[in-house]
């Protein structure tokens, strides 16, 4: 099942470990990079170009909680599960820099279901996500404990 072919909410009853989630695709630029940076990240590398250059990054990257916001937001217009995106936990790298005029989309796998014996109204789904550039270099890799609740029968 990819997103394309998905077009009402899914519970946990309708997901099978590999099924897949494609994103729409997102333009970032030095704007939207600065922006993000200089309210809630102000490293020179991500708010002034000239500084970035002589920085780690060699030039203007992006916030890491950049990308995973935009990864956020992208995973949320893609993976229709009912009751929407609710975390419990994850773990998340970064491999390379997002950079001005990359345009990210996210590929998200189902890898693991476990329902809940506590609670059989619900269960938790392992969701790698690989947050991709143009030139499908990922740029992101995350694993996230969502919950998914079951259909109410009745």
């Known amino acids: 099942m990819t997103s394309?072919?998905?077009s009402q909410a899914l519970y946990l009853d309708d997901i099978a470990v590999g099924d897949e989630f494609v994103s729409g695709r997102y333009h970032i630029d030095a704007e939207q990079i600065m922006a993000f940076a200089s309210q809630f990240?102000?490293?020179?590398?991500?708010?002034?170009?000239e500084a970035a250059k002589q920085s780690f990054f060699q030039g203007l990257a992006a916030s890491g909680w950049h990308t995973m916001s935009i990864t956020m937001r992208l995973i949320v217009e893609s993976v229709p599960f009912a009751g929407g995106i609710v975390g419990a936990g994850g773990e998340l790298?970064?491999?390379r820099p997002t950079r001005p005029d990359d345009v990210l989309y996210v590929r998200s796998k189902v890898v693991?279901?476990?329902?809940?014996?506590?609670k059989p109204d619900r269960g938790i789904v392992m969701v790698q996500s690989l947050t991709l550039n143009q030139r499908d270099e990922v740029l992101q890799d995350s694993t996230?404990?969502?919950v998914l609740f079951r259909k109410q029968v009745g």
């Open 4 to 6: 394309s072919a998905v």
């Open 144 to 146: 996230a404990k969502l």
């Open 112 to 118: 693991e279901i476990i329902p809940s014996r506590s």
């Open 93 to 95: 790298s970064w491999r």
């Open 41 to 49: 990240d102000p490293q020179p590398f991500h708010t002034d170009p």
